[in-house]
């Protein structure tokens, strides 16, 4: 059975760094491009940023670019957001998401996600 | 890079049909056929519903339907039922190479 598990949120401080990694089983994992996707309590959800199969091109919304740092290592199944300079309005649950087509087609397999809150 | 415009809230009575809109623009919605709909329950993660503007992913119920005219995507569910009720996002592929999500719609059956 296909199953992503995110882990890493928490609380921090504004300014510090977090890392959330999410761990991929049931498939292989190296084939398919990936995604984190954030929802601030009560709102939307909102794309984060996106990796391709091989980890060479990666996307970032406006948001978090020259922030966050997505990434990937394929022989641990194992996608990664290495968060920096965390802001009060980057709060939100992180999911990962799998595109098993064209990353832009649809994100068809989710994660439970992850909690971060950042507070002083 | 703006939320898509979707309804804050739609409803319907079960058996019915209902339709939500998401409005972007010719860098988004209305320049590629690459628009997602998602279902979200509480506290739950999303699901995929609809994806390449009118396609439906294995498993999921011939009640939904999507479409898309201009810069207006759409989705349409028939035969409303109370396990339909939820949040639905919609989300386009846009001309900067990213993706843009909607605001969100809740659907109340009635």
């Known amino acids: 059975q296909v199953h992503l598990v995110e882990s890493g949120g928490g609380v921090v401080q504004p300014g510090r760094s977090l890392r959330l990694s999410c761990a991929a089983s049931g498939f292989t994992f190296s084939p398919y491009g990936m995604n984190w996707v954030r929802q601030a309590p009560g709102k939307g959800l909102e794309w984060v940023a996106f990796?391709?199969?091989?980890?060479?091109?990666?996307y970032y919304a406006d948001s978090v670019k020259g922030r966050f740092t997505i990434s990937r290592d394929n022989p641990k199944n194992t996608l990664y957001l290495q968060m920096d300079s965390l802001r009060a309005e980057d709060t939100a649950v992180y999911y990962c998401?799998?595109?098993?087509?064209?990353?832009?087609?649809?994100?068809?397999?989710w994660g439970q996600g992850t909690t971060v809150s950042v507070s002083s | 890079q703006s939320a898509l415009t979707q309804p804050a809230s739609v409803s319907g009575s079960p058996g019915q049909s209902i339709t939500i809109s998401c409005t972007g623009t010719?860098?988004?919605?209305?320049?590629?056929?690459?628009v997602s709909w998602y279902q979200q329950y509480p506290g739950k993660a999303p699901q995929l519903m609809i994806f390449d503007v009118s396609d439906r992913p294995s498993g999921v119920s011939n009640r939904f339907s999507g479409s898309k005219s201009g810069n207006t995507a759409s989705l349409t569910i028939s035969g409303l039922q109370a396990e339909d009720e939820g949040d639905y996002y919609c989300s386009s592929y846009t001309s900067r190479s990213t993706l843009v999500f909607g605001g969100g719609t809740k659907l109340t059956v009635l």
């Open positions: 010719g860098r988004d919605v209305g320049g590629y056929n690459f």
């Open positions: 990796i391709s199969f091989d980890g060479i091109t990666k």
């Open positions: 998401a799998m595109t098993t087509s064209a990353w832009y087609r649809g994100m068809d397999v």
